[in-house]
Structures are given as structure tokens and as C-alpha cells.
């Protein structure tokens, strides 16, 4: 059963244009959820998170939105680059857990020049 | 440099031939985790340590082991592979707390194939 759902497993977008990835979850324990961004070749890299008390944080060209009704986040690249092309992971952490991280199967984002 | 490292990077073995993925990080981080990813699947905790001869199971834990005897080394052990634990396998480290949350940092990943 899977607590944490990335529904598309790509998506492509034009470079200069708007990339939103989404992400759904079960629990509403959750209490902080990260966005992880993964190279080939490489492990995953932790790019941005949010508290469940929050319903956006943003850094730079980042921005990550929470529907904690729609049990439902977002990451939104604006603009997006060629650099940008990866997978991107979502993840929930809940407090008190000492398995720390849930994650999502992954959206593999391609950014066209 | 802080970092995690794993060792091999690559590894095709046969079906029953004990092997070890090491991982070591310099960040004296008391938690350290092994996950495998899966096309469809994401990332999978199969073993987690909270410290010092503290580990527990993941999601996935049959047909691995683990232990911790230093505070900066995880091994992961694989007794018997087979075939269905061909995958590619990330550990990963950062501070302890069950509070909040404090970013894992992985390592670059190691292929197994199990043939």
C-alpha cells in the first residue's frame, strides 16, 4: 500500500516554461514532506521541503505547494532549464517514526532546449 | 568533503553467492538507512540503524541483513541473492531525531544484477 503517489512517471516541458510535478498522499500523520532530485549515475539530492503547517515555501526557482485537504503537494520550476532534467522524488516524514522517509515511485521530468 | 560512499558501484553475481555492499559516511551521523529502487516502485527502506547496534527492519527486509559496529559504516549482506534482488541500492545517512525532520544524504548507488 502506497502512502506517498507520484502518479505520472514523466513529463516533458519546454525550457523557459512552467514544470509542476504532483504528488498525493494517505496519511494525514505526514508531517513534513521534501522534494529529492535524482541524476543518473548519482544518488538523490534533497532540493526542497515543506512542513504540514505550511501551505507553500519557496526558494528561487522552487516553489512547493501543500493541499493538506486534498492530501495533495506540487513542485513548481519557474522557469525551467535543461539542468533540470531528472527524476524527482517526493517523500513524508512522520514525526516519531524511525523509518523517517516514505518516498514516491518518481517523475521522470525532461526539459527540451 | 562530507559524503557517503558505497562500494562496489557495480556488481553481476550469481544466484547464491554471498556478497556485501559496503557504505560508510563521514558526517558522524547516528542514522543510517539502505533502500532499493525499482522501475514503478521508487525508493524502499530495507534496513534502518538509529545508532551504534541499533538496526531495524524497512519495508522490504527479506534476504538482507545489516549491521553496525561503527558508527560509520552500514553494510548491507546479501546471503543467498537471487535474481529478485536485482536492483540499484542507495544508502543513506543524517542526524537522529524522531521529532523532526534532518535531510538524508545518499550515496551514489550501487547496480547489482543477481543472474
Known amino acids: 500500500d502506497q502512502q506517498v503517489k507520484q502518479n505520472s512517471p514523466s513529463l516533458s516541458v519546454q525550457e523557459g516554461r512552467i514544470s509542476i510535478l504532483n504528488c498525493d498522499y494517505t496519511?494525514?500523520?505526514?508531517?513534513?514532506f521534501l522534494w529529492y532530485k535524482k541524476y543518473p549515475a548519482e544518488g538523490p539530492t534533497f532540493l526542497i521541503s515543506?512542513?504540514?503547517?505550511?501551505d507553500k515555501n519557496e526558494d528561487g526557482r522552487f516553489t512547493v505547494f501543500l493541499n493538506k485537504s486534498a492530501k495533495h503537494l506540487s513542485l513548481h520550476i519557474v522557469p525551467s532549464q535543461p539542468g533540470d532534467s531528472a527524476v524527482y522524488f517526493c517523500?513524508?516524514?512522520?514525526?516519531?517514526?524511525?523509518?523517517?522517509?516514505?518516498f514516491g515511485s518518481g517523475t521522470q521530468l525532461t526539459v527540451l532546449p | 568533503e562530507a559524503q557517503v560512499t558505497q562500494n562496489p558501484r557495480y556488481l553481476i553475481t550469481v544466484t547464491g553467492k554471498k556478497l556485501t555492499v559496503t557504505c560508510s559516511q563521514n558526517?558522524?551521523?547516528?542514522?543510517m538507512s539502505w533502500y532499493r529502487q525499482d522501475p514503478g516502485l521508487g525508493l524502499r527502506q530495507i534496513y534502518y540503524?538509529?545508532?551504534?547496534?541499533?538496526?531495524d527492519k524497512g519495508d522490504v527486509p527479506e534476504g538482507y541483513k545489516v549491521s553496525r559496529k561503527e558508527k560509520r559504516n552500514f553494510p548491507l549482506i546479501l546471503e543467498s541473492p537471487s535474481p529478485n534482488q536485482t536492483s540499484l541500492y542507495f544508502c543513506?545517512?543524517?542526524?537522529?531525531?524522531?521529532?523532526?525532520?534532518?535531510?538524508?544524504?545518499f550515496g551514489p548507488g550501487t547496480r547489482l544484477t543477481v543472474l
Open positions: 543513506a545517512s543524517s542526524q537522529t531525531s524522531l521529532g523532526r525532520y534532518n535531510e538524508q544524504f
Open positions: 496519511n494525514s500523520m505526514f508531517d513534513y
Open positions: 515543506i512542513s504540514s503547517i505550511k
Open positions: 517523500a513524508a516524514f512522520l514525526s516519531g517514526s524511525a523509518r523517517q522517509l516514505t
Open positions: 558526517m558522524n551521523h547516528e542514522y
Open positions: 540503524s538509529m545508532n551504534v547496534e541499533v538496526t
